[in-house]
């Protein structure tokens, strides 16, 4: 698919991804529908799978608007907006409130059975051919509109050396989040690359304690446990393509953990906030990372 211009390229991390064919493409969208072997191949060659619609919107919706309005007496959201909306209301708001309420979010049933709704149950028990367990801690995310931070190019089994590789992700906006708004970036055939990648990391790691050799950020290590921050320098490295995607609410991506991806900057000219969650799921009879066997906290971080 031919890509839109642009006035402006993406951005991410101060780096603009270059606008040409050859380093900017859109991620395949599929049907859920499909039979599951002929899904399990997509994965496979691809390294993820963007089910569309796979989920009823009217229920993402519904958590979007229950989420935001947990954060509305933090001073997020703009005054007299609807929280569905997700607008910002353009700085001032308490940081500690905001920090001790997504906490109590990440805590929430109903977050929960959201991310064990049963169209996610049922494709990850299909895909899995198997009872599968959700890793517990979950990752629900938004994003103010302008911020520089954005995710840096990574894979995650950097983060889950502890556990089984067989597991997948599950990246679900909540909402809309069209390319401006900087929703989640694939390399294109980068599994392949990332398996080479954890490869090479574990001959440099042997010597390590365990502790250490299964840690993201240990001395082997860029930039706690990213690859690097400079997305176009790595297409032009690899000679491939980001892919992008126009995300609408039902959506889910399922992608492999050494597929690479990253985040663009939220740039919606209306104010409006990213938000998304991505869960882990796998076979409940293989290892499980213990270090994702308790809900997430900002200060968990350093356990990885």
């Known amino acids: 698919m031919d890509i839109l211009p642009r006035e402006r390229p993406l951005r991410s991390n101060g780096f603009a991804l270059a606008s040409q064919p050859e380093r900017l493409g859109r991620l395949t969208p599929t049907p859920p529908g499909q039979p599951i072997e002929a899904l399990r191949e997509q994965y496979a060659a691809q390294g993820y799978l963007w089910l ?56 929430w049933a109903a977050y929960e059975a959201f991310c064990l709704s049963r169209p996610i149950v049922d494709f990850y028990e299909a895909f899995f051919d ?8 979950m990752l629900i995310r ?9 995710t840096g190019a990574h894979y995650d089994l950097v983060y889950l050396r502890a556990g089984t ?3 997948c992700t599950s990246w679900i906006p909540l909402g809309e989040i069209p390319v401006e708004m900087g929703g989640l970036v694939y ?5 392949r690359w990332g398996r080479r990648m954890e490869a090479e990391f ?25 690859l690097t921050k400079n997305l176009p320098e790595l297409a032009d490295r ?12 039902g959506d889910m991506v399922v992608h492999s953990p050494y597929m690479i991806h990253a985040s663009t900057l939220n740039e919606n000219p209306h104010g409006v906030m990213r938000l998304s969650t991505d869960i882990r799921f796998q076979r409940a009879s293989d290892t499980i990372d213990p270090r994702w066997q308790n809900h997430w906290h900002p200060d968990d971080e350093k356990k990885f």
């Open 52 to 107: 569309k619609q796979l989920l009823d919107p009217t229920l993402v919706w519904e958590f979007r608007e229950r989420y935001f309005a947990a954060l509305a007496h933090t001073g997020l959201l703009a005054a007299g907006s609807n929280p569905r909306d997700g607008l910002y209301a353009g700085g001032g708001e308490d940081k500690r409130l905001v920090t001790a309420k997504t906490v109590e979010i990440a805590r």
């Open 130 to 137: 198997a009872p599968v367990y959700l890793h517990k801690r």
């Open 142 to 150: 938004f994003t103010r509109p302008h911020d520089p931070a954005c």
């Open 165 to 167: 590789d067989e597991l």
């Open 187 to 191: 390399l294109e055939g980068s599994d």
């Open 202 to 226: 574990a001959l440099k790691n042997a010597d390590l304690s365990p502790e250490e050799r299964l840690s993201a950020y240990n001395r082997n290590m860029n930039e706690g446990g990213w």
């Open 238 to 249: 690899l000679a491939t393509r980001w892919l992008i995607a126009d995300y609408e609410a």
